[in-house]
C-alpha cells in the first residue's frame, strides 16, 4: 500500500475509529499505526492471515463507506485550506490589528474533539 493511501486510511481512522468494533480498530491500529505485517498480527491473534486480510480490506471499505456518507474528513481538509488562506490574508492585511491576529491564530490552532 502506498504512503498516500496508508495516510489516508488513518486520517479516516481518526475520524470513525470510534464506530470501528474492537477487532476492526485493533487490527486497523496494529497494521497501519504499528505497522506490523500481517503475518505478525495473524500469530498474535492466532488466526489466519486470510482473516486479517480480509478484516482489513472490509474495515478500509467500512471507513470510505462513512466518509462518503457523513464527509467529515473532506469537511477537515476543506476547513483546514480556508484556515491557511484566512490566516495568510490577514497576515497580509492586517498585521497590526493584534486582535485579530491573536483570533485567526486560535481559530487554526483548534483540535478535533
Known sequence: MDLAKKTKVNALFDCYGALLTTK?????RDYFEDDY???E?????????????????RTVEQLEHY???LHLYCDFQSRQRLEADLAEYVQQHYQ???QLMLLVERLCNQEIN
Open 67 to 69: 466518509e462518503q456518507a
Open 41 to 57: 498480527i495473524a500469530k498474535a491473534e492466532n488466526v489466519s492471515r486470510q482473516a486479517i486480510s480480509d478484516n482489513l480490506k
Open 37 to 39: 505485517s500481517i503475518i
Open 96 to 98: 497590526q490589528d493584534q
Open 24 to 28: 476492526q480498530a485493533e487490527y486497523l
